[in-house]
């Protein structure tokens, strides 16, 4: 059974720092994409980092690029986040989520649209206030 846990979210102050753990089960890691999301309280969904497992090639969204940074562990089926510099507004419930192998993966490499992914986690709540 495929399961993704998070763990790592809590309380930080502007500027702080955070690294997110996503723990993968009931699949190895090696071909899937994985990806963070971010949901705050009355918004969307939406895509922060992501990287295919089996070339390492990370994207970002644009409000994150040059501090947050994703990178896995394929050997202990783990994907990371750390995220540096953070501010008020990163504040919201991350998720990692997984996409399975497939000719299209593999050709365009993980995206940060969340209906292109199949499992999900139950997610962690990471707030940055004063």
């Known amino acids: 059974q495929v399961q993704l846990v998070e763990s790592g979210g809590g309380l930080v102050q502007p500027g702080g720092s955070l690294r997110l753990s996503c723990a993968a089960s009931?699949?190895?890691?090696?071909?899937?994409?994985i990806g963070w999301f971010r949901q705050a309280p009355g918004k969307e969904r939406e895509g922060v980092s992501c990287?295919?497992?089996?070339?390492?090639?990370?994207r970002n969204v644009d409000s994150v690029k040059g501090r947050f940074t994703i990178s896995r562990d394929n050997a202990n089926n783990m994907v990371y986040l750390q995220m540096n510099s953070l501010k008020p507004e990163d504040t919201a419930v991350y998720y990692c989520a997984a996409e399975v192998p497939s000719a299209l993966l593999l050709f365009r490499g993980c995206v940060l649209e969340k209906d292109e992914y199949d499992y999900w986690g139950q997610g962690t709540q990471v707030t940055v206030s004063s």
């Open positions: 990287i295919h497992t089996s070339d390492g090639t990370p």
């Open positions: 009931g699949f190895t890691l090696g071909s899937y994409a």
